[in-house]
């Protein structure tokens, strides 16, 4: 086993799931502090400069440059260290498995086979005869984003080893809360002194991502008037059935199993409640900025028309922005684009620009001054007990940042 796919083992068995329940603290969850504690003991063991583990769980260092280049503009590294909430993410039991080919199986829980194939996922067929990081099937793996992690972690490892090899100086950052919309907001960007960062944090080797969804949360609220059944007619107001009517009005085609691309969507996360109080939690994506606007107008307009139905104040709804298309400002920085892609082929791969349906601390960053594109991180299926990462993807990244470094460890001055 090499030594980057002990590091995700390792990093995997740390249960550091985020939940959106405990969203009003930071971290959301206890154990992203093990987490954190964890990669802060590592980085100081690699001998990683002004290492600092917070009362958030953010953990930040820098890396000294090569001889020759100090005067050059910092580099941010990140990754986030929460793993995804929508599927059993605690206990992980992660392993290396040598595929064979065909089904690649995780694991059987209650008499199911957890297993993926080809057909699925094409990419395994160039990966017989290799290693791949999955788990037992009882839970998801958390490549997203602890693949990053093991990454930029080796590639420091290699810096250590070889100080000559050239790059910037380096700033990096894991940080807590991304798969809950919060992510690197608290990070002090001034303290940390990057002067521009990319974000390891995508799937398939090959991908760089510089554009992203603009989204929110949306809550909405439902209130009703319970009464006896018998003596309901022209009385009951069932908060449920709002909701229910609620759903029914947002377009059914708008919803992310039917979408692709650069497509939007309407995401209904959870509902919950009884007769009286009842709400659901949505998640609203797009890439173009007026269709997002146009979908909170929609979703307001479905709310009116529920009210109108069933009367005045049986419905609200309350948007929270979480993340803007960071395309809007990345394509204003090529030199960070064209060192990416160079990095890439310099590491034998050749990039691909891929729209993200989703969202990256990048988007937050860049829109917060801090311009920071996004790159694979070489993980598969993630949010569920299917997702698995090639042990070569990740080795072949770590060539990537090298790439990366000897490249933005060149530019004058930046």
Same mark, same amino acid.
Request: proline share 6%.
């Given at each position: ?5 002990? !590091? ?53 260092? !820098? ?6 280049? +100090? ?15 929508? @599927? ?12 064979? *080919? ?16 080809? +057909?699925?996922?094409?990419? /395994?067929?160039?990966?017989? #005869? %290799? ?26 490892? !290699? ?43 995508? *799937? ?39 909701? @229910?009517?609620?759903? =029914?009005?947002?377009?059914? @085609? ?9 497509? *939007? ?7 919950? =409640?009884?007769?009286?109080? @009842? ?9 173009? !900025? ?22 005045? #104040? ?7 922005? %979480?993340?803007?298309?960071? *395309? ?7 030199? /960070? ?22 969202? %990256? ?49 060149? /530019?004058?001055?930046?």
């Amino acid at each position: 086993m090499g030594d980057i796919a002990e !590091r995700l083992v390792r990093y995997c068995t740390v249960a550091s799931q985020s939940s959106p329940d405990g969203a009003g603290a930071v971290p959301s969850t206890p154990s992203q502090h093990a987490m954190a504690a964890l990669l802060g003991r590592e980085l100081e063991e690699l001998g990683a400069e002004d290492v600092s583990v917070d009362a958030h769980a953010y953990v930040t260092a !820098r890396w000294p440059a090569s001889p020759g280049r +100090e005067g050059l503009p910092r580099l941010g590294l990140c990754a986030h260290l929460d793993t995804a909430w929508q @599927a059993a993410g605690d206990p992980v039991r992660p392993r290396v498995v040598r595929y064979g *080919g065909g089904p690649l199986v995780m694991g059987e829980v209650d008499g199911e086979t957890v297993a993926v194939t080809p +057909e699925e996922e094409p990419v /395994l067929l160039g990966l017989a #005869g %290799t290693d791949v990081v999955v788990t037992d099937g009882t839970s998801l793996l958390g490549g997203d984003d602890k693949a990053g992690i093991a990454e930029i972690m080796a590639y420091l490892e !290699r810096l250590a080893a070889d100080p000559a090899i050239p790059h910037p100086p380096l700033a990096v950052a894991f940080v807590p809360d991304e798969e809950i919309g919060h992510g690197a907001a608290l990070l002090d960007l001034d303290a940390w002194g990057a002067a521009w960062a990319f974000t390891i944090d995508t *799937g398939p080797l090959g991908e760089v991502t510089l554009e992203t969804f603009n989204a929110c949360d949306a809550l909405v609220e439902a209130r009703g008037r319970a009464v006896h059944t018998g003596w309901a007619k022209g009385v009951l107001v069932n908060a449920c059935e709002a909701l @229910a009517a609620f759903h =029914g009005l947002l377009p059914a @085609a708008e919803r992310p199993e039917h979408t692709e691309g650069r497509e *939007g969507f309407y995401h209904l996360v959870s509902m919950e =409640g009884e007769c009286e109080r @009842a709400h659901a939690r949505y998640i609203v994506r797009d890439h173009d !900025r007026a269709g997002f606007e146009r979908r909170r107008d929609v979703m307001a307009a479905a709310c009116d028309h529920v009210n109108r139905a069933m009367g005045a #104040g049986t419905l609200s709804v309350s948007f929270r922005d %979480t993340y803007r298309n960071m *395309g809007e400002e990345v394509g204003r920085h090529p030199e /960070l684009v064209e060192a990416a892609f160079g990095a890439f082929r310099d590491a034998g791969v050749e990039p691909s620009a891929v729209p993200m349906r989703g969202g %990256t601390d990048g988007a937050q960053l860049t829109f917060r001054g801090l311009p920071c594109p996004n790159l694979s991180a070489g993980y598969h299926l993630a949010h569920s007990r299917r997702e698995f990462v090639p042990v070569r993807e990740m080795e072949v990244m770590v060539d990537v940042l090298e790439h990366l470094g000897r490249r933005l460890g060149s /530019l004058p001055g930046g």
